[in-house]
Every structure is written in C-alpha cells, then in structure tokens.
C-alpha cells in the first residue's frame, strides 16, 4: 500500500500545465512504461488513428524554451524533436 502513495506522488510531480491543460511529456511517460521515449513516440506514431486530438500534442519552440528554462535542461545534447505531451 505504502508503495502506491510513492508512485502516485512520483506521478503527481511530473504533471505540468500548458496551454492551459494538465500535461505529462513523452519522456516521463515513457519512465513510467518502462520503455525508451523513442519507442512510445514511434508506437503513437503507428497508431495515431487511436489518439484522439486533445488527447497529446506537441510542444512549441517557445513552450520548450519555456520549458528548459523551468527545470533547468541543456540545448547541448537533449532532444533533436519538440516533446510530445499527453493529456490524459
């Protein structure tokens, strides 16, 4: 039971507002799958009919600029691709 209340919390910290919405980004999703976050973002690909439009967006140049100055990311290194974010 004890551990529920740590993955929840775990969970809870990664949840960022953009746009307006309740967000999580690719990366941290893929944490919690257990699984690279090229994968999941190839898997969403595959099956993007099965993603409804508010369901996951991709961020802006402004929103990852906004972003890496937030929790303090490189530009050296990183990510090639804006992330995706997934709303629900």
């Known amino acids: 039971m004890n551990n529920n209340i740590i993955v929840v919390n775990a969970i809870a ?3 960022l507002e953009i746009r ?3 967000v999580i980004l690719d990366s941290d999703l893929a ?3 257990e699984v690279k ?3 999941l973002n ?3 690909k595959r099956n993007i ?3 409804p439009e508010d369901f996951m967006f991709k961020l802006n140049k402004g929103e990852v600029e906004n972003l890496r100055f937030q929790i303090g990311t490189s530009k050296r290194g990183g990510r090639r691709y ?7």
């Open 42 to 44: 190839k898997a969403v």
């Open 49 to 51: 009919e099965r993603f």
């Open 82 to 88: 804006p992330p995706l974010v997934f709303t629900q």
């Open 13 to 15: 910290t990664k949840i």
């Open 31 to 33: 944490v919690l799958y």
């Open 37 to 39: 976050t090229k994968n």
């Open 20 to 22: 307006g919405k309740r």
